[in-house]
Every structure is written in structure tokens, then in C-alpha cells.
């Protein structure tokens, strides 16, 4: 079987979430279950810069006024199709903002773009491949089965995944002339919202099937509190929607071979995460005194209860607790924890902004990850946690609820706990699972079986490749 994959972002190319890291792991999960995966990104700067030998498959004379060409590449064992259009996605800053931080004001066209690449792909605009079925994900590749629709691909299966709901490519109607679709396609069976133009919108009335990170998160969004204005098309389409829990590479994500921590370690060598624990400590200016440290890796956000987060700052340091953090987002919620670690230094730490192998260390290091997301489609660093023996301490919300057992009396005397949940998303009932952390930790024996059991998680592609080989041949039986 044969599948165009098309994202925005692909690990370890380019990263802004969790999507990249999806897409990147996803082809090589696929391969046992007799699926080949091709992967559409843009030629951004790093991408392009990080290519070796591509050679040109394919092209346009004018994509969207520019012309524009398909490179052929292999990279660390992913299979790429990269749209080179410099006009398009050779900028400055990132994938989708400005230096400013600020959207790129032709975002409409540049992932229009990309849609129309992969729909003319899936038509045969390659002349030595040409896929059975198209998996495309979020807002930016969510116009592919549009054109699949008004095109010579019509009639080929697609799947669209929502990573997050929250974004969904709305823009102004004066875009739709720029999109070299039919007039036809401006009304509510295509991409007609409320008077503007969406791109999720569109993938949504138009895909063969849809799924969602998590089998939690595809309940959560039939409703008006998560759907985001979709539940009730989503609710029109129940029957072509489903959950899929993610996976992550185990082979990136191994304390057992991960060359970015300080020690390897198994479940067997747990002392050796003091090693990593002591790295952790000097990396962020940590004191020497004994107690648990918690760790963040996150967008601050309000979506991630960051603001939440930084009401128990001080609780966690009157409790013994240290905290670091390595994130960026709101201006405000960067400044309130960076005021923390002024206010509390040796036991309040922050890296502003992402770094991928700090992210490794901190997992290894800590001795728990907080989660306290209001809305979380599936989660990775929960998953991450969980491998690395770093106690999850997660809200009660989608993939979080799925993937962490809490430690509740029961749990714990049948020694399958891996973590703490909470709910509802407040300070209140963060303060209570904390408590409960501190409480687990202060016994020896109990953390160290939460941190075996979490070990023990199979938080591989495995299952969930399998279900998706499924779903794709489920529909390609569809005819």
C-alpha cells in the first residue's frame, strides 16, 4: 500500500509540537504492516539546508504564481517529498510566524500551496509513484481532499488527523478568487465558515475519515466546550470519526541509548538517573537540598494551565520541591515564571524557548512532569514521562487521560499506577495532586514502582500503526 502523508512540519527536520514528531515517527510504524509512506513538507530554510542530494521528481510552472518544484530525498530513513518554493516558505522566521511572532500574511496561499501540490501528487504528477491513499494532517494540509474533490483525484481515499482543534486556518473570503478553487467550493458543504474561508473546515466535510489523537479527545470534541465550533459537524460526521492514541519513536526516546542525558539507564539501573538528576540541577542552578524536582517542557499558554501552574509555584518550594522549566509563549506567563525563579533561587529555574536535547535531560533528570493542560488532544511529553521513568502529573483530559493510570488506593495495591490525575483544572485541585506526589515520593518503594510501571507503559507506534493500516484499508476495501 502506497501513502502521500502531507504535514506542515516533520521531526527531526523541523519542530514546532507535537505534529512534527507524528509525522516523523509515523512512516517508519507503518513500514511492518506493508505501508509505504511518503512525506509532503514545504522547503523551509532548515529543511533545505539540511537536505542531502534531493533531486527533482516533479514541479509546477506556476503554483500560485510562482513556479515551484517536488525534490525526492531520503533523510534519516524518512522518505520526503519537498515542495521547494522559495517565494512561499523561504523566509526568516518560522514555519508559520514572523521574527515578531507575528502570522505571515499570506499563510492562506503558502499551505494552499501544499494542499495543491499533494492533490495534484495524488492525481499522478509524479511520473514514477502515485499513491493509493492520502493521510493529511491539521489545518495546513487540510485543503488536499478539496482539490482531490475538483480534481482528477477525485474518488481517492483520504484521512485527515486533527492534532489540535484549537487551530483551524480560518481566513477572510477576499482569499477564496486566490485559491484556484470553483466558486462552488465557497458554500457550507466545502470551505464556507461563517462567512469566511476554512481550511479545516473544508478537510472536515470533505475526507473519507477522521481522526483524532486520542479516543478521549475524539469524544471531548463533539461537545460545545472542546469542539471549538465543530461539534456539530463533527457530531454529522460521527461515524466517519475516531481516536487514535499517538505513539513516539522509542528508538529516539530510549534512556537506554539517549546520547543527549548525562547517564544511560534502564528499568533495572534506576539509581543512574542520579547522574542525570545532578546534570539537571546544574544546568538550572539547583541547590543540593533533598526533595523532588518537577519538571515543565511546554508552550506557556492558557490552553497548557500554565497560569494554573504558576499559582503552586511557591506551594512546591514550601513543600521541598524545586521546579524547571523549559518553555516560551505568553508574554505574561514567561514573565511570572522567571519573577519565580528571581523569587526563589536554587529551587526555581527556567530556559526560555525549546531545546530539543535539554528536553531529553529534563525527563531523565526530573522526578516528575507537570501537565496541567486544560484541553490536550493527546500529549506527548506525558509519553516521554512515562519512558523515562519521570512520574507523570496530568490533568483529567484527553490523551492525558488516556495514557496515565492515577495512583489512586486501588491503583496502587495492584501496582499498575503511573501517575497522577487531576480535576478540575485549578489551582486547588493541583495543590491536592501535588500533595499526593510529595506523599508518594517521601516512600521510596512506592515512587520507584510508579516509576517502573510508567516504564513498562508501551508507549510505542505498535498498536496504533496497526490501527491505522486498518483504517486505511478498511477504505481503500471501500472502493
Known amino acids: 500500500m502506497e501513502v502521500l502523508s502531507v504535514a506542515s512540519?516533520?521531526?527531526?527536520?523541523?519542530?514546532?509540537?507535537?505534529?512534527?514528531?507524528?509525522?516523523?515517527?509515523?512512516?517508519?510504524?507503518?513500514?511492518?504492516?506493508?505501508?509505504?509512506?511518503?512525506?509532503?513538507?514545504?522547503?523551509?530554510?532548515?529543511?533545505?539546508?539540511?537536505?542531502?542530494?534531493?533531486?527533482?521528481?516533479?514541479?509546477?510552472?506556476?503554483l500560485f504564481g510562482h513556479p515551484a518544484s517536488i525534490l525526492g530525498v531520503d533523510h534519516q530513513g524518512l522518505d520526503l517529498l519537498v515542495l521547494d518554493a522559495p517565494e512561499l516558505f523561504d523566509r526568516d522566521g518560522g514555519p508559520y510566524v514572523d521574527k515578531r511572532g507575528l502570522d505571515y500574511p499570506?499563510?492562506?496561499?503558502?499551505?494552499?500551496?501544499?494542499?495543491?501540490?499533494?492533490?495534484?501528487?495524488?492525481?499522478?504528477?509524479?511520473?514514477?509513484?502515485?499513491?493509493?491513499?492520502?493521510?493529511?494532517?491539521?489545518?495546513?494540509?487540510?485543503?488536499?481532499?478539496?482539490?482531490?474533490?475538483?480534481?482528477?483525484?477525485?474518488?481517492?481515499?483520504?484521512?485527515?488527523?486533527?492534532?489540535?482543534?484549537?487551530?483551524?486556518?480560518?481566513?477572510?473570503?477576499?482569499?477564496?478568487?486566490?485559491?484556484?478553487?470553483?466558486?462552488?467550493?465557497?458554500?457550507?458543504?466545502?470551505?464556507?465558515?461563517?462567512?469566511?474561508?476554512?481550511?479545516?473546515?473544508?478537510?472536515?466535510?470533505?475526507?473519507?475519515?477522521?481522526?483524532?489523537?486520542?479516543p478521549s479527545y475524539a469524544q471531548e470534541i463533539l461537545t460545545a466546550e472542546f469542539g471549538m465550533g465543530f461539534d456539530g459537524l463533527l457530531t454529522a460526521r460521527l461515524s466517519?470519526?475516531?481516536?487514535?492514541?499517538?505513539?513516539?519513536?522509542?528508538?529516539?526516546?530510549?534512556?537506554?541509548?539517549?546520547?543527549?542525558?548525562?547517564?544511560?539507564?534502564?528499568?533495572t539501573t534506576l539509581k543512574k538517573r542520579e547522574i542525570n538528576r545532578k546534570a539537571l540541577s546544574e544546568h538550572f542552578g539547583f541547590d543540593n537540598a533533598p526533595g523532588p524536582i518537577f519538571c515543565v517542557v511546554s508552550r506557556l499558554t492558557w490552553q497548557k494551565g500554565m497560569d494554573v501552574l504558576a499559582e503552586v509555584i511557591d506551594d512546591i518550594v514550601d513543600n521541598g520541591g524545586k521546579l524547571a522549566v523549559l518553555g516560551?509563549?505568553?508574554?505574561?506567563?514567561?514573565?511570572?515564571?522567571?519573577?519565580?525563579?528571581?523569587?526563589?533561587?536554587?529551587?526555581?529555574?527556567?530556559?526560555?524557548?525549546?531545546?530539543?536535547?535539554?528536553?531529553?535531560?529534563?525527563?531523565?533528570?526530573?522526578?516528575?512532569?507537570?501537565?496541567?493542560?486544560?484541553?490536550?488532544?493527546?500529549?506527548?511529553?506525558?509519553?516521554?514521562?512515562?519512558?523515562?521513568?519521570?512520574?507523570?502529573?496530568?490533568?483529567?483530559?484527553?490523551?492525558?487521560?488516556?495514557?496515565i493510570i492515577d495512583a489512586n488506593e486501588a491503583a496502587l495495591a495492584a501496582r499498575v499506577a503511573t501517575g497522577f490525575q487531576f480535576s478540575p483544572v485549578s489551582a486547588a485541585s493541583l495543590r491536592q495532586a501535588l500533595r499526593r506526589a510529595f506523599a508518594a515520593y517521601r516512600q521510596p518503594k512506592v515512587w520507584a514502582r510508579l516509576q517502573a510501571q510508567g516504564m513498562k507503559s508501551d508507549v510505542s507506534w505498535d498498536s496504533s500503526a496497526h490501527r491505522y493500516a486498518d483504517l486505511y484499508s478498511s477504505l481503500l476495501a471501500k472502493g
Request: glycine content about 10%; proline content about 9%; aromatic content about 8%.
Open 9 to 62: 512540519e516533520v521531526f527531526p527536520l523541523i519542530k514546532t509540537g507535537g505534529l512534527a514528531d507524528v509525522a516523523g515517527a509515523l512512516p517508519a510504524a507503518l513500514k511492518p504492516h506493508g505501508v509505504r509512506m511518503r512525506t509532503l513538507m514545504p522547503g523551509y530554510p532548515v529543511v533545505m539546508q539540511k537536505l542531502r542530494k534531493p533531486q527533482k521528481v516533479g514541479g509546477f510552472n506556476n
Open 106 to 214: 499570506d499563510n492562506f496561499r503558502r499551505f494552499a500551496a501544499l494542499s495543491l501540490a499533494a492533490a495534484e501528487i495524488a492525481a499522478g504528477l509524479l511520473p514514477s509513484w502515485k499513491p493509493d491513499l492520502v493521510h493529511v494532517h491539521d489545518w495546513q494540509a487540510a485543503l488536499t481532499p478539496v482539490y482531490m474533490r475538483f480534481g482528477p483525484a477525485h474518488g481517492m481515499p483520504v484521512v485527515l488527523t486533527i492534532h489540535n482543534i484549537a487551530f483551524q486556518g480560518q481566513f477572510g473570503p477576499e482569499v477564496f478568487p486566490q485559491l484556484a478553487l470553483p466558486p462552488e467550493a465557497f458554500s457550507v458543504n466545502f470551505v464556507e465558515y461563517f462567512g469566511d474561508v476554512g481550511f479545516l473546515k473544508g478537510g472536515l466535510q470533505t475526507a473519507n475519515a477522521i481522526t483524532t489523537v486520542s
Open 240 to 267: 466517519h470519526l475516531s481516536g487514535i492514541v499517538n505513539g513516539i519513536d522509542t528508538d529516539v526516546w530510549n534512556p537506554q541509548t539517549d546520547p543527549h542525558i548525562a547517564a544511560n539507564y534502564g528499568p
Open 328 to 403: 516560551s509563549g505568553d508574554a505574561s506567563l514567561e514573565s511570572a515564571f522567571l519573577t519565580a525563579a528571581a523569587r526563589h533561587p536554587g529551587r526555581v529555574g527556567m530556559v526560555t524557548g525549546y531545546n530539543e536535547p535539554l528536553s531529553h535531560l529534563m525527563q531523565a533528570g526530573a522526578d516528575a512532569i507537570l501537565i496541567p493542560s486544560r484541553f490536550e488532544p493527546c500529549g506527548l511529553t506525558q509519553l516521554y514521562g512515562l519512558r523515562y521513568g519521570c512520574v507523570p502529573i496530568v490533568a483529567h483530559t484527553g490523551g492525558l487521560a488516556d495514557t
